[in-house]
């Protein structure tokens, strides 16, 4: 009789267990983005990522978005978002909080990645082997880079001298020494999104941006004069709050893991390149704007200009040397792995 006694226990002990599980409601994340809900970002890349863990996560893990910074429109307070809880995972641009990630830096330096797929994975594969600052109290699930950057304006540039005198925006001290470098006014604290009024109103008339800023942003309705020179480029950094990693069930970090680093990096990269390319096809057919790419001896006056900023970049940096090195390497790694 108490053997029967005993498994009846044991078999509701097991069945109460399992519709614990069943009833238990899934740890929901909050994902905050100040993009819009159509902007490149979400739709090719975020959207994608987010239903393929929700999809392997069904049942107890779940991430909801919040775009359009329904959760914070600041583009230079997302880091807090992560930080305070009010978001658990942001879309988050390092350059966007001075003095925290300065490794980082080093994709801003001009004529080294041709493309984003390539700067993603070499700033990425960095990060992992932990040559990047800054990154102790979050939890990076993935860190990348957009295409290289290029001269986007109200008047024509073909050459660093069509530069000088004009009021252009900056962010970060390597566009800081550029600026310098072609003798043109920095203006800081520009977020993107209010770069295409700057230029309305004539508080700046350049900007140094990728395709995707430029259309995500609306600056195309501004800016008609496009200088394609590849003047370096920013990271970008989808993070979440490194205490709320820690607290998810192993269930759901190994379906963060499997779906974040660099599969997540990669889908960033490449999604990029092909999406961009159609619309800067789409641009230079356009008899409103004017592009213009510097090759031949125009690309070495520009190579020629911007290398005493970044010499002063890397004097400024005590790793500056070291990580230009390692960056240069990773992108050579990934070049030969196409």
Do not use: C, H, Q
């Given at each position: 009789m108490m053997e029967m006694i005993k498994r009846a226990l044991l078999a509701f002990s097991v069945v109460a267990m399992l519709a614990g599980t069943a009833w238990a409601e899934p740890v929901v994340l909050k994902f905050a983005c100040f993009e819009p809900p159509k902007s490149f970002a979400l739709t090719k890349v975020f959207m994608p990522w987010v239903e393929q863990?929700?999809?392997?996560?069904?049942?107890?893990l779940k991430i909801d978005v919040y775009p359009g910074g329904v959760l914070g429109r600041n583009p230079l307070k997302q880091l807090e978002l992560v930080r305070n809880g009010v978001a658990d995972i942001a879309w988050i641009l390092p350059s966007y909080t001075p003095g925290l990630f300065e490794d980082d830096e080093v994709v801003e330096v001009p004529f080294l990645a041709k493309n984003a797929l390539e700067a993603s994975v070499s700033i990425w594969r960095m990060f992992e082997k932990g040559m990047l600052s800054g990154y102790d109290n979050i939890h990076p699930l993935m860190l990348g880079a957009a295409q290289p950057y290029a001269v986007h304006s109200t008047f024509p540039v073909k050459v660093p001298g069509d530069m000088k005198d004009k009021k252009i925006r900056a962010v970060g001290k390597m566009q800081y020494y550029f600026a310098d470098a072609y003798g043109a006014i920095p203006v800081g604290r520009i977020p993107v999104p209010q770069i295409a009024e700057a230029m309305s109103r004539g508080v700046i008339q350049a900007t140094l941006n990728e395709w995707n800023g430029i259309r995500t942003f609306r600056i195309d309705d501004v800016a008609y004069y496009h200088c394609m020179v590849p003047l370096g480029t920013i990271t970008f950094l989808v993070?979440?709050?490194?205490?709320?990693?820690?607290?998810?069930?192993?269930?759901?970090?190994?379906?963060?893991?499997?779906?974040?680093?660099?599969?997540f990096v990669r889908s960033w990269g490449g999604e990029q390149d092909k999406d961009l390319a159609k619309y800067a096809e789409k641009i230079a057919h356009d008899p409103k704007h004017h592009v213009y790419t510097a090759t031949g001896p125009v690309?070495?006056?520009?190579?020629?200009?911007?290398?005493?900023?970044?010499?002063?970049?890397?004097?400024?940096?005590?790793?500056?040397?070291?990580?230009?090195?390692?960056?240069?390497?990773?992108?050579?790694?990934?070049?030969a792995e196409k």
């Open positions: 863990v929700n999809k392997a996560g069904k049942g107890f993070a979440m709050n490194k205490e709320k990693y820690e607290s998810l069930s192993p269930e759901a970090k190994a379906v963060l893991d499997k779906y974040s680093g660099e599969p690309l070495e006056e520009w190579k020629t200009t911007l290398a005493p900023a970044v010499e002063k970049w890397i004097k400024d940096r005590p790793k500056g040397a070291t990580l230009i090195k390692a960056y240069k390497e990773e992108i050579a790694k990934v070049r």
